[in-house]
T-cell receptor, first 115, second 111 residues
């Protein structure tokens, strides 16, 4: 049973560029959440997608956007990259409710470096 | 003040010792409490999941929740070098979809 997968593993971009990160949820899960983890910090919630809609959003600017596809996979897009966007980006999948009652399983993350 | 506070350590213990980790929180709506383990450059892995106050034991791991004090703990008995990792506490409210994390505590178990 494949767990949560993310691609790419590493990415290096320059300031002002745009980036797209990808996530495939664990088998049987239909809800995808994205988190940003800066070095030495805990993950910070970006947003959650369910039924191809953004269901909840954290305190992140509009430069961060996402999409969920009919097969439940998801993309995170970040425009106009800043040095401060350098972080580990984590995708988590969960069951339908997506609430605290459901366990969120994390992928290995994509490490983004902005130069 | 952060919603979830966790001492970042680092914590270094000899093999076989008991590791004690804790988090405090300010949001009284939190009802679901989790501990994740994160190895260097990897994603968080769920260790323990508890609901409301009380204790939960799973092998060498014991999670405690005290909602009246807004305090949660994780104990690791008979610690092994393979337990060396960063431990993250996380919590959520019933009608919330996000997890709120502590900063993580880095633990090293010396052989």
């Amino acid at each position: 049973d494949a767990g949560v997968t993310q691609s790419p593993t590493h990415l290096i971009k320059t300031r002002g560029q745009q980036v797209t990160l990808r996530c495939s949820p664990k088998s049987g899960h239909d809800t995808v959440s994205w988190y940003q983890q800066a070095l030495g910090q805990g993950p910070q919630f970006i947003f959650q997608y369910y039924e191809e809609e953004e269901r909840q959003r954290g305190n992140f600017p509009d430069r961060f956007s996402g999409h969920q596809f009919p097969n439940y996979s998801s993309e995170l897009n970040v425009n106009a990259l800043l040095l401060g966007d350098s972080a580990l980006y984590l995708c988590a999948s969960s069951g339908t409710s997506g609430r605290g009652t459901d366990t969120q399983y994390f992928g290995p993350g994509t490490r983004l470096t902005v130069l | 003040q952060k919603e979830v506070e966790q001492d970042p350590g680092p914590l270094s213990v000899p093999e076989g010792a008991i590791v004690s980790l804790n988090c405090t929180y300010s949001n009284s709506a939190f009802q679901y409490f989790m501990w994740y383990r994160q190895y260097s450059r990897k994603g968080p892995e769920l260790l323990m999941y508890t609901y409301s106050s009380g204790n939960k034991e799973d092998g060498r791991f014991t999670a405690q929740v005290d909602k009246s004090s807004k305090y949660i703990s994780l104990f690791i008995r008979d610690s092994q070098p393979s337990d060396s990792a960063t431990y993250l506490c996380a919590m959520s409210a019933y009608n919330d979809y996000k997890l709120s994390f502590g900063a993580g505590t880095t633990v090293t178990v010396r052989a």
